[in-house]
T-cell receptor
Framework: SQTIHQWPATLVQPVGSPLSLECTVEGTSNPNLYWYRQAAGRGLQLLFYSVGIGQISSEVPQNLSASRPQDRQFILSSKKLLLSDSGFYLC????????????FGEGSRLTVL | AQSVTQLGSHVSVSEGALVLLRCNYSSSVPPYLFWYVQYPNQGLQLLLKYTSAATLVKGINGFEAEFKKSETSFHLTKPSAHMSDAAEYFCAVSPVGGGSQGNLIFGKGTKLSVKP
């Protein structure tokens, strides 16, 4: 069966520090991968998605970036965090050409102070 | 463009009462529709999905939803609420066929509270 894991689960970082959140999927190959953010009262915001290694599409301009160095690994990064980057980050995957169903990771809570 | 509207950001029911969470979609063609549930500090879990088969879809934890094309609705119901149903619920729509990206469009969510 397929599983998705992301870490760390919680993170407290000072403004201006770097960020790295990691997500891995097991039990499938060539998944579509996604990073979402949940900020209080703002629902789910799609940040990045990837349909293959090295292929990243950005949905929202910001100081975050994403990379996909391996087929089942998706990384969310920032060189300098802002207060507004605080939120709950969710990684998800889907199968290529399917109904669009997403499978989510456990989430990472980021607090920028 | 497709969109999803969830009526009511907060819904409160008594334990044992009917749960009704409303979702309306906008789409030029019948889409695929989903309900997800999110417990505090956890990821989203799929409750049920409509993919153009039966219009009444049964999901996990006793939830079900009915696709009504004439009303462009996909409301989520449960006959009897349980304390463990307290969570946030998200309705989502996908382009027919998923598309190469398989992107889902989410509603803003409805927080369900269950009173003892």
């Amino acid at each position: 069966s397929q599983t998705i894991h992301q870490w760390p689960a919680t993170l407290v970082q000072p403004v201006g520090s770097p960020l790295s959140l990691e997500c891995t999927v097991e039990g499938t190959s060539n998944p579509n991968l996604y990073w979402y953010r949940q900020a209080a009262g703002r629902g789910l915001q799609l940040l990045f998605y990837s349909v293959g290694i090295g292929q990243i599409s950005s949905e929202v301009p910001q100081n975050l970036s994403a990379s996909r160095p391996q087929d089942r690994q998706f990384i969310l990064s920032s060189k300098k965090l802002l207060l507004s980057d605080s939120g709950f980050y969710l990684c998800a995957w889907s199968r290529y050409t399917n109904t669009g169903e997403l499978f989510f990771g456990e989430g990472s809570r980021l607090t920028v102070l | 463009a497709q969109s999803v509207t969830q009526l009511g950001s907060h819904v409160s029911v008594s334990e044992g009462a009917l749960v009704l969470l409303r979702c309306n979609y906008s789409s030029s063609v019948p889409p695929y529709l989903f309900w997800y549930v999110q417990y505090p500090n956890q990821g989203l879990q799929l409750l049920l999905k409509y993919t153009s088969a039966a219009t009444l879809v049964k999901g996990i934890n006793g939830f079900e939803a009915e696709f009504k094309k004439s009303e462009t609705s996909f409301h989520l119901t449960k006959p009897s609420a349980h304390m463990s149903d307290a969570a946030e619920y998200f309705c989502a729509v996908s382009p027919v066929g998923g598309g190469s990206q398989g992107n889902l469009i989410f509603g803003k969510g409805t927080k369900l509270s269950v009173k003892p």
